[in-house]
């Protein structure tokens, strides 16, 4: 039977929390297998209702039938782009990382059927392409959060969003919540493909984000780092080093107010699409 990775369709807002990083610089792959590592562990499995050890030891005694084609009922389904999760299959993975690698977790109903409605998943997506900037994306459904983000959480989300950027040099990035799709906010609102938005993502900010990461070029465009660390309206200004600032709006990821998200649109204006 081959491997399905396709997601559950979108459900109404809101619901998903998102993390990108893109950058056109060369990885560190052991560095960058170590973070994947970390991200998948402090992250992502956290959120899981059953352990990974448990849904690991239920899959593999797990026999598809016409009425539960792709997992055990009431279980989480661990998939890799190479195939079933196991944790020797995703130490391997990571041990000679590829460059397209998807790791995912989606709940499934009675019929071991992915849930759609109510329903939630969390996904690591590596995605290296010469073409355009590599794209490392985390995605999960706000439900795994039990309705609320605490501050901690928010924390590690930003924690590993820092580390991320700094070792994969990037150009750019963003978290964000209640976003469906591979195109941003802003991008859909003013009509931009996600091509070109890829290809402009080094001298462009694909939008204004709860926490907006700005590469060297961009921060350049807006007047250097002194510049934007004095006059961003942000709650929080953060350089990073090597010319890169983190941005965050608000003080919480699910309080983000219309007329904060406006003046932050306003002043990225000369690096927006």
Not at 114 to 129: H, M, S, T
Request: charged fraction near 20%; include cysteine; hydrophobic fraction near 45%.
């Amino acid at each position: 039977m081959s491997t399905d990775l396709t997601l559950p369709g979108p459900v109404s807002p809101p619901h998903v929390v998102r993390m990108e990083l893109d950058t056109f610089s060369g990885v560190d792959r052991p560095a960058l297998a170590k973070w994947f590592a970390a991200l998948f562990d402090d992250l992502l499995a956290p959120l899981c209702p059953a352990s990974v050890r448990e849904l690991v030891s239920v899959a593999r005694d797990y026999v598809p039938s016409e009425t539960t084609p792709w997992g055990p009922p009431g279980y989480a389904r661990l998939l890799l782009s190479s195939g079933d999760f196991t944790r020797s299959s995703w130490d391997e993975a990571l041990s000679d990382l590829p460059s397209f690698l998807r790791v995912q977790l989606v709940q499934l109903d009675f019929q071991g059927l992915p849930l759609v409605d109510g329903g939630w998943c969390a996904e690591i997506l590596l995605k290296d392409d010469p073409s355009f900037p590599h794209q490392i994306v985390v995605t999960a459904s706000r439900s795994l959060f039990g309705g609320w983000i605490s501050r901690v959480v928010q924390q590690d989300w930003l924690s590993a969003f820092r580390s991320g950027a700094s070792l994969v040099r990037a150009s750019g990035g963003w978290i964000t919540l209640d976003r469906v799709g591979v195109r941003t906010a802003h991008e859909v609102a003013v009509g931009v493909g996600l091509d070109e938005s890829l290809f402009m993502a080094a001298e462009l900010a694909r939008g204004p984000h709860w926490a907006t990461l700005l590469g060297p070029r961009q921060v350049a465009a807006l007047g250097g780092v002194q510049e934007v660390c004095a006059s961003a309206p942000c709650f929080s200004v953060e350089h990073l080093g090597g010319g890169r600032i983190l941005l965050q709006l608000t003080e919480h990821l699910d309080e983000v107010p219309q007329d904060a998200v406006e003046k932050l649109t306003e002043f990225l204006r000369p690096v927006l699409h």
